[in-house]
């Protein structure tokens, strides 16, 4: 079975006609769930046009409106584990991430690790004009987890990864408490305490050149405290509870 990239999608529509053409492009198959939470700029109605451009190939998840990153994955991630698949990437529409790099993270979960990350934070890692600010952020957020949680993943708050469904599995997705970055950093943080192999691979990150940012005040500070509920969930995993 072909490995599954989900994106999550909210006015993307400068981005994903160009996105799924990428992704359909590439030598290895992959398959491909847009989940789109209505888009008032017409993004889902084209992500149906492109599945049937690309039959079988290109699906796309409907939402009623505006729910935030980490429930579009959740529901992304269980269309797909009904369906069978045995990868999982989580993937932007906005091409922070390279469709090129996606082999990368499915050879390196097909040959001996759980979990693989695109990470800007390891040697070969980096970022292509992205602003200072949104740089310090996110290097901030990458020692602070480190620190507090004792995750040994440098780029924890990262959303180009991909997943063996053993791992979303066993985590229970419907445990999952966050929907921002914060998110991103419980996922791997529960695959981490229950004994799941992760491995960074270096990426480069670039700027949207189309679209907005969907990026909020919420969601960082959603992520600063999470950190604390995300560490006595951790303890509990360890002891087993
Ligand atoms: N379905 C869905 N997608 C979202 C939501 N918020 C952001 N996205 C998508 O998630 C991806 C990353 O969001 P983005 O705004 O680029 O975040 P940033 O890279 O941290 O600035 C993009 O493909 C967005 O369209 C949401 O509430 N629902
Ligand atoms: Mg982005």
């Known amino acids: ?25 590439l030598d290895h198959e992959v398959d491909v769930l847009v989940v789109d939470d ?12 492109l599945g049937k451009t690309f039959l079988n190939r290109v699906f796309t998840l409907h939402r009623q409106g505006k729910l935030g990153l980490g429930t579009a994955y959740i529901a992304g991630f269980k269309w797909g584990l009904d369906r069978g698949y045995d990868l999982l990437t989580e993937m932007d529409c906005d091409f922070s991430h390279d469709p090129k790099e996606l082999k990368h993270l499915i050879y390196t979960c097909q040959n001996g690790f759980d979990y693989a990350i695109g990470s800007r934070y390891i040697k ?6 992205w602003p200072f600010h949104r740089w310090v952020l996110s290097k901030f957020a990458s020692i602070y987890v480190q620190v507090i949680l004792g995750l040994p993943i440098k780029d924890s708050t990262a959303g180009f990864i991909c997943y063996r469904r053993e ?5 229970g997705l419907d445990s999952i408490q966050f929907v921002g970055y ?10 981490y305490m229950y004994g799941f192999k ?10 949207r050149e189309f679209g907005k940012s969907k990026l909020s005040n919420g969601i960082i500070k959603e992520a600063m405290f999470g950190v604390f509920t995300l560490r006595k969930v951790g303890k509990q995993i360890r002891k087993g509870l």
């Open 198 to 207: 992760p491995k960074e691979l270096p990426i480069t990150f670039a700027d």
């Open 124 to 129: 070969g890692g980096g970022f292509k004009n």
């Open 182 to 191: 914060a998110f991103q950093i419980e996922m791997k943080y529960k695959a």
């Open 167 to 171: 791992v979303l599995d066993r985590i």
């Open 1 to 25: 079975m072909n490995p599954l990239i989900i994106i999550p999608t909210y006015n993307e529509i400068e981005n994903l006609d160009r996105m799924i053409h990428a992704l359909m492009a």
């Open 38 to 49: 209505d888009s008032p700029d017409g993004t889902g109605k084209a992500a149906d046009e």
